[in-house]
Each structure stands twice: as structure tokens, then as C-alpha cells.
């Protein structure tokens, strides 16, 4: 039997008791509190308004203190079925909220006054920054470890809670903003270093703004676009024990001491173990796939050599094209060989995905400029006749590498996707260099060759599970840094058995036309199966009553009394709770394993470590997404088999990922429309032509 820890501490309050000062003006160093969250003498005290503010133990003139005990007060009541119940006095101690703040901001002075680089907002964590003991070789950087901290009150356990997180590493400058600002633009600085504190760049105070040459930029994508900087390759390392050989060590040396403990009382001895009662599994059957001739099986590459695709393609006349500079023939070559099964490492698109290969002579295009490729790209794709009953596949051979610093190179992917698309073209973009610089790559053919299949309608597998009478709507999103504008990817709308609809993209703020789109799904697919009994909708974040009500008020109209499950999927990034198999040396929880962390909250590890024993590490560590599971009939989500139902349906939904022979972390039903987004603000209009709204054109 496994055991789980989280990357929880756990603590007592420092005093039984507490004095805070609060004052209804805003003042410089003070805290903003909201007036829910104070206690009843401050509104008593200086009338109703949206803010307060508080010094906390800090006694200033004028302010008001406010005494209490920092645990709730009871008192027993008898209700009217004459049962006695413990109820908590109202205004006997201060909100939950208040006190965090005061906990974090006792943490936070702690590191500060230690000289330690310490984030300046205390409000909902705190973030220190650790001389990392791996430096930079080059000596252009100084390399820290970041560690956060956050306060939490009884979240999995019946005490006070300190979330102790790995952050990951961060690269500081060692040459001056002054210099820096030769290559790089002002607004591509985002965090700076000045005088042993952290400080955003546009807050920078004015002693620093008088001496540039001693305040130090922290790196970031922008600054490396700048400076033309490549970018690094992904790092696939074991991420669970960096993260935990990271809180370990956090642990061990700043807070399991005496002057820690002196503000901060730790209790647990160590990071708290997970409650076996709060861990489950989904079904057994969750991970099988049906493949060819509905043979089943678990690992989709397995199933694809020994049974081939689900669904074949509808269409047998397919003509590949390729699009290349002139140099590079010799990739084009190279991958026609691959794709006809005479190159070492693949057999073949017809013998892998059972489709059609064939290339018409002359119909390929061949460009000449290697910097400025599109006027002749365009121009050739532009002039070109394509048959109406023909599907065409074009494979791009990008003489750019996706990780190009020259963002205007980067855009001639989306350009060239939006293009072809208009023509009713689907396409696959292979990165050339890495074609011939990779020994192995025939071992990213299989899923090149998935994402050809999809691109032509045909199934690589699909879930073996009953049809179910709803329909599961997934919504994800995608924020363009460049713009600053949340696009949206939504009513990707799918059977249970995962048989994708259709899709549209919307802005973040079209909260209307995204319910629209949703009930348009549900109206399509109540026209062809009748009774439909639930909607599913997978959110990527928590979803806004404003955002459901359309939704709500849409299914009336059409007549439709059912219920609406919202399952919010969020990705915990390092800043987040994880938890570890401390009976695996490699610590990454089984495949299927969830934990409950809340009311109707989860963690759900989805991996390729479906055997306890043996585990392929080229799959990488991913770390488990969040759920939050809402229903609109609440007395629904109470019952433990619809929710495990539900946990299942997500786990399912991220193995018919079609880019990929291995499993992702996040289910398609937020992948899809987050990729789709992603695309998005780079089409005209922000538009996708109508070829692209009922295939898989962007995997």
C-alpha cells in the first residue's frame, strides 16, 4: 500500500490572544482589508466603507485596538428538533483572512531581516529567494531558489497550515538595468533587484530610479527575445524530487529552528502524511483504449502497432505536399522516406495509420528566401489549384526552429496555418533542424503520424466506455502576452466516449457568445439523441455565477431541465499543493490516484505510470491537475459515485490526446481549446476559417 505526504506543515497560533490597530485612512506600510473581513468594532468605530486598514501589533496614534482570542469562541444551542449543537460566536475572534495576512506578514519580516531576498506582497504568501548552490558558469547571472510560503486554516487537516513550496530557480542580472537598457526596452523589465530587495520595475522608488547602475533586472522571456537569446530546451527531469529534495532542504535549514518556530509554532514533525481515507483510484477501466477492430489496450503506442487506429480515415484520395527552402530538399527527402516506410526507425503512414501516402510530382513548393520566406510562400499557396475532392496534407518544413528568438519568424507558422486553412488545407510543420541533427527522431513519427491521422478525421483510439445520454463541453483558455488579452477556446463538445463535435474561440470578456455557443452544442446534439440527461462542461478555472446563468437561462429556453456539472481543471504550477509516493524512489503518485484535498476538491494524477513496478522515464513527471467539481443541483455532488464518476471522465478525456502516443497531464477538453486560443489573436480578425471549426487542424 502506497503512502502519500503533501508539502504541509502544520502550526499552532503564536498567542492565545491578540491586539490589532486599525484606522479607516490609507497610510504608507499599513494593510488593506476589506470591510467583510474586520471586526464589527472598526465599521462601530468609523462608519461603513469599502477598506480598512490595520498595522497589525504595530500601536500607532489615533488607531483603534481591537482585542481577541485567535480561536473561535462556542456556545451550545438547542435547534428545533431539540438536538444541542456547538455554534460559533459571531465576532469572537478575527477572520480567518486577517489573521493569514498577520501570519504572512510575520513570515515575511522574518526572511527580510535575515537579508534574504524576500517578494514584496505578503497578502496571500510569501516568496524567499535562496542563493542557489548551482551557478551560473558563464558569470552572467546570480542564480537563486525560490521558495514559497502560504498560510492556510485547516485545508486537509484540523489545524493551522503552512504550504511550503518549491518555486523553481530565477536568474538575476549581473550587469546593471543602465547597461541592460542599450538592447532592451523598459517595458520588457518586469522584476528587479536593488538594495537586497525585490521590487516590480515600474515601483521601483525613487533612490533607485536615481541609481540604475545598482539595480539588477531579473530575466524573464522578454528580456531573452530582446537580447535574441535562444531558447532552452524543457527540462524533463524528475520535477517531484527537485521539488521535494528543494522543501526538504527549505526545511531542515529556516524553519524546523527555534527562531522560526518562536513566530511560526510548527507542530508536525515534518510534511504531514496524506489520510488514506482521502485517497482513491480511479477505475481499472478508465485506462483501457479500443483500437483497431475494438481491440483494447492500455498504452497507445502498443495499440497502434499491434492494431492499428480506431477509425480509419474517411477518405482515401490524400495528396501530401511539401513547403521548403531550397536548402533544405535533403529534410523534405528524409521525411518522404519516413512517411513511405523506406527510412530505418518507421514503417510508413499506410502501414501506421493505414492511410494513403502519395506526393503529386511538381505539385510540391520550393522557396528561395531563407530570412523572409512568406511573400513566396503565400503567392505559391495563393496560385495553386486544389480539387474539391481531393484532402490535401501539407508538410512545412520550417527553416526555423519553434524556439526562435525573431518573434516575426515565429508568426509565419500561424500565418501559413491560417492560409491553408482558408483553402481547406490541413498541414503538419516539422522542425527541419531537428530532423537532422537527431539520431532518434524516428521516434517522434508515431506521433506525427496520430496528429496526420486526426488532421484527416480518422479515430487513433478511443475510450472503451458506454455512450452515455450527455454531452461533455470542454473550455480553455490562453493569455497572448503580447496583447494582453485572454482568448478563449471553447464549445469543444464531445461524447463521453471522446467523438469530437466542433469548436469556436471567443474573447475572454464574451460571456454571452460563449453561452451561446454551449447551448447551440447542447441543441445539436439533443436533435440527434434524444433524452439527454446531464451537461458536463470542463472549465479551466472556477466558474463566475455571471458566466453560468446564460447557460442556465439557455436550457430552459430549449426546454431542457437538467443538470449542469461545472468540473473546474486547473494545472498546479510549483506554487501550489502536490503530494509525493514515498514508496516509490521516484516519489510521482500511480497513474489514476486522487486525493481529496477540500469540499468537492481534488488532486488527479494523470502519468504513464500505470504499473507500480515499471515506468519509461521519457515520459516525464508531470504533476497532478486540481479539480473542483460544482453542480447546479447540489444534492447531486454529494453522492461519492457521481463525483469518482466524474474524476474518471476527466482522466479518461486526457488519454485521447492526438499529438502525442503518451498520456498528458490535462484532459482534451481544456488542451484543445487552450492550443486553439493559443492560435488565435494571430489570424485576421481573430477568426478561424470555417474548414478549421470540425477538425483537428492544430494538432
Known amino acids: 500500500m502506497s503512502n502519500h505526504t503533501f508539502n504541509i506543515l502544520t502550526f499552532n497560533h503564536p498567542q492565545e490572544e491578540q491586539t490589532f490597530y486599525f484606522t479607516d485612512q490609507e497610510q504608507a506600510n499599513l494593510t488593506r482589508i476589506y470591510k467583510s473581513l474586520v471586526p464589527d468594532e472598526v465599521i462601530e468605530k468609523y462608519g461603513e466603507q469599502d477598506h480598512y486598514y490595520t498595522s497589525f501589533t504595530v500601536e500607532a496614534e489615533g488607531f483603534l485596538a481591537v482585542s481577541k482570542p485567535t480561536s473561535p469562541q462556542f456556545e451550545t444551542k438547542t435547534n428545533e428538533q431539540g438536538e444541542e449543537r456547538s455554534y460559533t460566536i459571531r465576532n469572537s475572534t478575527f477572520s480567518t483572512s486577517v489573521?493569514?495576512?498577520?501570519?504572512?506578514?510575520?513570515?515575511?519580516?522574518?526572511?527580510?531581516?535575515?537579508?534574504?531576498?524576500?517578494?514584496?506582497?505578503?497578502?496571500?504568501?510569501?516568496?524567499?529567494?535562496?542563493?542557489?548552490?548551482?551557478?551560473?558558469?558563464?558569470?552572467?547571472?546570480?542564480?537563486?531558489?525560490?521558495?514559497?510560503?502560504?498560510?492556510?486554516?485547516?485545508?486537509?487537516?484540523?489545524?493551522?497550515?503552512?504550504?511550503?513550496?518549491?518555486?523553481?530557480?530565477?536568474?538575476?542580472?549581473?550587469?546593471?538595468?543602465?547597461?541592460?537598457?542599450?538592447?532592451?526596452?523598459?517595458?520588457?523589465?518586469?522584476?528587479?533587484?536593488?538594495?537586497?530587495?525585490?521590487?516590480?520595475?515600474?515601483?521601483?522608488?525613487?533612490?533607485?530610479?536615481?541609481?540604475?547602475?545598482?539595480?539588477?533586472?531579473?530575466?524573464?522571456?522578454?528580456?531573452?527575445?530582446?537580447?535574441?537569446?535562444?531558447?532552452?530546451?524543457?527540462?524533463?527531469?524528475?520535477?517531484?524530487?527537485?521539488?521535494?529534495?528543494?522543501?526538504?532542504?527549505?526545511?531542515?535549514?529556516?524553519?524546523?529552528?527555534?527562531?522560526?518556530?518562536a513566530i511560526i509554532p510548527i507542530t508536525s514533525n515534518g510534511f504531514i502524511p496524506v489520510n488514506k481515507i482521502n485517497v482513491g483510484s480511479v477505475n481499472n477501466s478508465s485506462n483501457r483504449l479500443l483500437f483497431g477492430e475494438e481491440k483494447s489496450g492500455i498504452v497507445p503506442m502498443d495499440g497502434m502497432k499491434e492494431h492499428g487506429p480506431f477509425g480509419l480515415s474517411p477518405t482515401t484520395k490524400i495528396h501530401y505536399f511539401f513547403i521548403f527552402h531550397k536548402d533544405d530538399q535533403p529534410i523534405a527527402e528524409k521525411m518522404d522516406s519516413y512517411f513511405k516506410g523506406t527510412e530505418f526507425g518507421f514503417k510508413g503512414l499506410v502501414k501506421f495509420i493505414h492511410t494513403t501516402y502519395?506526393?503529386?510530382k511538381g505539385f510540391s513548393i520550393r522557396f528561395d528566401d531563407r530570412d523572409d520566406p512568406w511573400p513566396e510562400i503565400y503567392e505559391a499557396v495563393t496560385n495553386k489549384h486544389f480539387e474539391s475532392d481531393i484532402q490535401y496534407?501539407?508538410?512545412?518544413?520550417?527553416?526555423?526552429?519553434?524556439?526562435?528568438?525573431?518573434?516575426?519568424?515565429?508568426?509565419?507558422?500561424y500565418k501559413l496555418k491560417e492560409l491553408l486553412l482558408k483553402e481547406g488545407v490541413s498541414s503538419q510543420v516539422?522542425?527541419?533542424?531537428?530532423?537532422?541533427?537527431?539520431?532518434?527522431?524516428?521516434?517522434?513519427?508515431?506521433?506525427?503520424?496520430?496528429?496526420?491521422?486526426?488532421?484527416?478525421?480518422?479515430?487513433?483510439?478511443?475510450?472503451?466506455?458506454?455512450?452515455?445520454?450527455e454531452l461533455i463541453v470542454g473550455i480553455g483558455a490562453f493569455r497572448n502576452s503580447e496583447v494582453d488579452i485572454q482568448y478563449i477556446g471553447s464549445?469543444?463538445?464531445?461524447?463521453?466516449?471522446?467523438?469530437?463535435?466542433?469548436?469556436?474561440?471567443?474573447?475572454?470578456?464574451?460571456?454571452?457568445?460563449?453561452?451561446?455557443?454551449?447551448?447551440?452544442?447542447?441543441?445539436?446534439?439533443?436533435?440527434?439523441?434524444?433524452?439527454?440527461?446531464?451537461?458536463?462542461?470542463?472549465?479551466?478555472?472556477?466558474?463566475?455565477?455571471?458566466?453560468?446563468?446564460?447557460?442556465?437561462?439557455?436550457?430552459?429556453?430549449?426546454?431542457?431541465?437538467?443538470?449542469?456539472?461545472?468540473?473546474?481543471?486547473?494545472?498546479?504550477?510549483?506554487?501550489?499543493?502536490v503530494a509525493f509516493d514515498n514508496s516509490w524512489k521516484d516519489?510521482?503518485?500511480?497513474?489514476?490516484?486522487?486525493?481529496?484535498?477540500?469540499?468537492?476538491k481534488f488532486l488527479l494524477f494523470n502519468n504513464t505510470r500505470y504499473n507500480p513496478k515499471f515506468y519509461s522515464f521519457h515520459d516525464g513527471f508531470p504533476f497532478p491537475i486540481k479539480l473542483?467539481?460544482?453542480?447546479?443541483?447540489?444534492?447531486?455532488?454529494?453522492?461519492?459515485?457521481?463525483?469518482?464518476?466524474?474524476?474518471?471522465?476527466?482522466?479518461?478525456?486526457?488519454?485521447?490526446?492526438w499529438k502525442s502516443v503518451r498520456q498528458q497531464n490535462l484532459p482534451v477538453t481544456i488542451k484543445y481549446p487552450e492550443m486553439v486560443a493559443e492560435m488565435l489573436p494571430h489570424f485576421d480578425g481573430n477568426e478561424i476559417p470555417e474548414f478549421g471549426k470540425d477538425n483537428l487542424w492544430f494538432l
Not at 464574451?510 to 440527461?533: M, W
Not at 467539481?629 to 490526446?657: A, G, N, P
Request: aromatic share 14%; hydrophobic share 35%; proline share 4%.
Open 628 to 657: 473542483k467539481i460544482f453542480c447546479t443541483e447540489k444534492e447531486l455532488v454529494e453522492e461519492y459515485k457521481t463525483v469518482k464518476e466524474l474524476i474518471d471522465q476527466v482522466y479518461q478525456f486526457s488519454r485521447m490526446y
Open 99 to 261: 489573521l493569514k495576512r498577520y501570519y504572512n506578514s510575520l513570515i515575511h519580516s522574518h526572511f527580510k531581516e535575515k537579508g534574504f531576498l524576500v517578494k514584496p506582497n505578503f497578502v496571500s504568501d510569501t516568496e524567499v529567494w535562496l542563493p542557489s548552490a548551482k551557478q551560473d558558469t558563464t558569470g552572467k547571472y546570480k542564480i537563486f531558489d525560490r521558495f514559497s510560503l502560504k498560510v492556510q486554516f485547516k485545508t486537509v487537516s484540523d489545524s493551522l497550515e503552512l504550504l511550503v513550496t518549491f518555486e523553481g530557480k530565477s536568474k538575476i542580472f549581473k550587469v546593471p538595468v543602465s547597461t541592460l537598457l542599450e538592447d532592451v526596452s523598459p517595458t520588457d523589465i518586469n522584476w528587479v533587484v536593488y538594495e537586497k530587495g525585490l521590487y516590480r520595475f515600474d515601483e521601483l522608488p525613487d533612490s533607485g530610479k536615481r541609481e540604475y547602475d545598482k539595480v539588477y533586472p531579473v530575466w524573464n522571456f522578454e528580456i531573452r527575445d530582446a537580447l535574441m537569446q535562444g531558447t532552452e530546451a524543457p527540462d524533463k527531469t524528475n520535477k517531484y524530487k527537485k521539488f521535494r529534495e528543494g522543501i526538504d532542504k527549505f526545511y531542515n535549514q529556516y524553519l524546523n529552528t527555534e527562531e522560526f518556530k
Open 491 to 577: 464549445a469543444f463538445s464531445f461524447a463521453n466516449n471522446g467523438k469530437f463535435n466542433r469548436f469556436e474561440c471567443f474573447q475572454k470578456d464574451q460571456t454571452k457568445e460563449l453561452a451561446g455557443s454551449i447551448i447551440r452544442a447542447v441543441k445539436e446534439y439533443a436533435n440527434v439523441n434524444t433524452g439527454i440527461k446531464r451537461l458536463v462542461i470542463h472549465f479551466y478555472k472556477s466558474m463566475r455565477q455571471d458566466e453560468l446563468q446564460p447557460i442556465e437561462d439557455g436550457l430552459k429556453h430549449l426546454g431542457l431541465d437538467i443538470p449542469v456539472f461545472i468540473v473546474s481543471i486547473n494545472k498546479t504550477e510549483s506554487s501550489d499543493i
Open 358 to 360: 502519395h506526393t503529386e
Open 430 to 469: 516539422i522542425d527541419g533542424e531537428k530532423v537532422m541533427t537527431n539520431e532518434k527522431y524516428y521516434y517522434s513519427l508515431p506521433n506525427i503520424a496520430i496528429a496526420i491521422l486526426a488532421k484527416l478525421n480518422g479515430i487513433p483510439w478511443k475510450l472503451d466506455t458506454k455512450l452515455k445520454n
Open 393 to 413: 496534407i501539407a508538410i512545412y518544413i520550417s527553416p526555423f526552429s519553434k524556439n526562435s528568438p525573431d518573434k516575426s519568424r515565429r508568426k509565419i507558422y
Open 587 to 600: 516519489l510521482m503518485p500511480m497513474s489514476g490516484t486522487f486525493i481529496k484535498v477540500g469540499y468537492n
